[in-house]
Structure formats: structure tokens, C-alpha cells
């Protein structure tokens, strides 16, 4: 009895719930949530947020986010967000590469170049604001080297020259080397402006100048600036030249045929401009039948083109006289030849082709007759001034030393040449050459 009095008091809470089935007295909660709840009683009390307004009158407040607040949350770290995300694709510090941590150049690269090195600086060369640069100052020049004016005095120079050598690489060699990409849309329309005024020659020679310009050095856009400065301009090429018009109407069919300028460009245009009639002249030109062929040869047989096909054009203009009669049309195209130091071979075959003619009937008229009407002609001509009577001297002299062979096929051929230099004379003092030596 002793020993089990000293022993402690045996109650429910000492026995635990497995001595007490019923749980009478004992707290249904576990040792884990007991220090859970312990823990958040030590946590002291979150401090509340006041809405602050910075100025009267004004909607500004500092409003602080529950979330966002390192004080309240505990577990905020800048490093981990990126402007505007969470985190994610954020540069570290050991990717962030600087210009002049750039590692230096591999001898032994296959690409390594011994000329490249920390003091040069490559840059592109269609750059247009470093492109030049000046050799006697030593340093690059940013835009034209030119004004405008100077260029326009620099490519006037230019296209007089080629007018007399017809070297068209020479004319793009020295629009290159005036490095004034900005004023190339001039070069069109001082190009045109400089051939209204000339013969049909130099009028070809500019068509053909275009041709070659384009696409390099002047562009698609050069192109369509150019034209679009000189359709602008074209009441002041009237006042110089009337016939400025249909002369810049043929230019422009020409570009297009020469694929310098692109059908579109004409559709685009809206007949707001005085340019715009010229438009339209180049539109019908475009429309006609077999427009290609017609427009490569647009200025007429005085553009420059070979001999033979001259002779081609003079044959036709003079068969094309002896069944009309007009003196007056004959001559306007004597003057679209452009051949002034050859008409000695107009002369010469204009009288064979009369002498052929007549040669074949014998009994007709003689006011009728080729001889008299080619007669007529060419003593228009001269007193015209169209043709010299040097040069039809020449000719008649070159129609002497032809007798042989017209013989053979016009067996009547000394005595119409006979009637042929009589007539003549009565209108145009005019010897042949052979007759002036002696």
C-alpha cells in the first residue's frame, strides 16, 4: 500500500486517447496544427493601408499593393522580374557581352584579315550621308559634292560633248564620278530640253543615252522624276520650241518602248497638269499598229542610222514625189534626211530613177515626163537653200561616170541626161564638175 501511494495520479490526460475510448477531456487537435497556430499568433498584425491623395483636386494616390510589398509578403526579389514579365528570357550578368570585351582576332582564323584592326570602322556603301569624302580635306562629305546648279553646268557640258562623240559609257563614267545621286533626275530633263532645239540626230542619240542610263546610274525613280520635271516645265519649252509637244510625246513612247519607263507611269497621271496632253499624245503613239517598230525609228531617217538604209529612204521619197508631184512635201522630207554632205547620192538617184522611168515609154509628153518633174525638184530645192548647188554638181558629175552601166539598161540614157542638165540650168546656174576643172 505504500509503494502505490506514492505513485503519480493516474488521470485522463496522463492516459491518453488510448486509454480513454470516449475522449472525454481531451483536445481533439494534433501536435502539428497546435504549432502551426502558435506560429501565426507570434506573426504580428498586418499594418493597414491608407489612400493617400498628393495634391488636392487631383485623381494621383499612392496606392500600395498587398502583393508587391516586401514588408507584408517577405518573399519579393526584384532580380527575379523582368520589365514587364516574371522572370522568364531575364539577361544575366554573365550573357551581357560590352564592345570592348570583344574577343581579339584568331591568326589562324580562316576569315582573319591583317588589315582589320580596333581603328577601322567598315560601314555600308549605300550609305548616303558618308559616301564621299573629300581627298583634300581628308575627311567624308555628307550629301551632294555639287549644288544643283553646278550640276546642272557639269551634265550641260557632258551631253555637248557626247552630242559630238556619242560615247555613252563616258557620259555614265562622269555622272558617277559628280557623286550627286540626289540631282540624277535632272539629267532627263536637261538631256530633252538640250535636243528639242537640234536636228534628229541628236534627238535619237538621247533616246539611246536613256536607254543606257537606266537602271544604272539613274533608278526606276529617277526615271519617273525626271519625266515628271520635264512634263511640269513644258510651257517654257513651248515658248522656245512650238513643237515641244509631240516632240516630248515622242520621248516619252520611246522610254516606253525602251522599257526606261513602265506602262503604268502613264495610267497614273490624272490630266491636271499642262504635261498631261503630252500623255496622251504618248498613249495613241503606244496604240497604233506594229507601235514598236514605228517608235524604234520615231525621229525619222535623219537619226543617225547607217547608209544603206538611207538610200532605202531616199528611193522612196523620190518614187514617192514622181507619182504626187509635191514639191513642197518632197522637200520637208529632203530636210528629215539630216544630210546635207550627202545629198550628191540624192541627186544621182534621183535621176536614174527618172531616166528608168522614161526610158520605158518614149512617147510620153515632156511636161509630163519624170526627167522634167525631177528637174523641177531639184532647182526648188536650190533656191531654197535646201540642197547646194555644189552638191548637185557632184551629183550629175557621179551620173557621167555612171554612163556605162546605164547604158545597158536604158540605152536612152545620154540623151534624157542632156534634157535633164538643160532644164536645170534654165532655172539654177548649175555645171557639172568636170565642165568647172576644165
Known amino acids: 500500500m505504500a509503494d502505490y501511494a506514492k505513485r503519480p495520479e493516474i488521470t485522463v490526460s496522463t492516459m491518453g486517447k488510448v486509454h480513454n475510448p470516449s475522449g472525454e477531456g481531451v483536445r481533439a487537435t494534433s501536435a502539428q496544427a497546435q504549432a502551426k497556430f502558435l506560429k501565426q499568433q507570434a506573426r504580428p498584425a498586418p499594418v493597414e493601408h491608407e489612400t493617400k491623395v ?27 522580374k523582368k520589365q514587364g514579365g ?15 570585351e570583344v574577343d581579339p582576332l584568331d591568326e589562324k582564323d580562316p576569315l ?8 577601322i570602322i567598315l560601314s555600308s556603301v549605300e550609305d548616303p550621308e558618308s559616301r564621299n569624302y573629300h581627298e583634300t580635306e581628308q ?21 555637248k560633248e557626247y552630242f559630238d562623240s556619242c560615247d555613252t559609257d563616258e557620259v555614265i563614267r562622269s555622272i558617277e564620278e559628280l557623286q550627286c545621286r540626289e540631282f540624277h533626275a535632272d539629267v532627263i530633263k536637261r538631256a530633252v530640253s538640250l535636243s528639242l532645239d537640234k536636228h534628229p ?50 520621248f516619252v513612247a520611246r522610254a516606253v518602248v525602251d522599257e526606261v519607263l513602265p506602262p503604268a507611269y502613264l495610267s497614273e497621271q490624272n490630266n491636271k497638269r499642262p504635261g498631261d496632253v503630252v500623255v496622251e499624245k504618248a498613249i495613241t503613239l503606244l496604240s497604233r499598229e506594229h507601235c514598236t517598230a514605228r ?46 554632205h550627202y545629198m550628191h547620192e540624192l541627186v544621182k538617184r534621183g535621176v536614174k530613177i527618172a531616166m528608168e522611168v522614161d526610158g520605158k515609154d518614149s512617147n510620153t509628153l515632156h511636161d509630163k515626163s519624170s526627167i522634167d518633174a525631177m528637174a523641177a525638184l531639184f532647182a526648188f530645192l536650190v533656191k531654197n537653200a ?5 552638191q548637185v554638181s557632184k ?41 568647172k576643172k576644165d
Open 201 to 250: 540626230r541628236e534627238r535619237e542619240l538621247v533616246s539611246r543615252l536613256l536607254t543606257c542610263l537606266h537602271p544604272a546610274p539613274l533608278t526606276d525613280k529617277d526615271m519617273e522624276a525626271g519625266f515628271n520635271i520635264l512634263l511640269d516645265s513644258l510651257d517654257d519649252l513651248t515658248t522656245d520650241v512650238p513643237d515641244a509637244p509631240s516632240m516630248v510625246a515622242n
Open 139 to 159: 575627311k567624308a562629305v555628307y550629301g551632294p559634292m555639287l549644288t544643283q546648279s553646278e550640276f546642272k553646268l557639269q551634265v550641260e557640258e557632258c551631253l
Open 86 to 100: 516574371h522572370g522568364k528570357g531575364k539577361w544575366k550578368d554573365d550573357e551581357i557581352y560590352y564592345d570592348d
Open 112 to 119: 582573319y584579315d591583317e588589315q582589320q584592326g580596333p581603328g
Open 295 to 340: 517608235l524604234e525609228r520615231v525621229w525619222g531617217p535623219g537619226d543617225g542610222r547607217p547608209v544603206s538604209e538611207l538610200k532605202v529612204e531616199m528611193d522612196q521619197m523620190l518614187q514617192e514625189y514622181l507619182m504626187s508631184r509635191e514639191l513642197d512635201e518632197c522637200a520637208r522630207c529632203v530636210k528629215e534626211l539630216d544630210a546635207a
Open 386 to 390: 535646201i540642197v547646194s548647188g555644189h
Open 54 to 80: 498628393k495634391e488636392e483636386g487631383s485623381s494621383k494616390r499612392n496606392i500600395t499593393r498587398k502583393k508587391t510589398d516586401p514588408r507584408e509578403t517577405g518573399n519579393f526579389d526584384s532580380r527575379n
Open 395 to 435: 551629183g550629175i558629175s557621179r551620173v557621167h561616170k555612171a554612163m556605162d552601166d546605164l547604158k545597158l539598161d536604158v540605152p536612152a540614157a545620154p540623151s534624157l541626161l542632156k534634157d535633164f542638165e538643160a532644164m536645170l540650168r534654165e532655172e539654177v546656174p548649175v555645171e557639172p564638175e568636170e565642165e
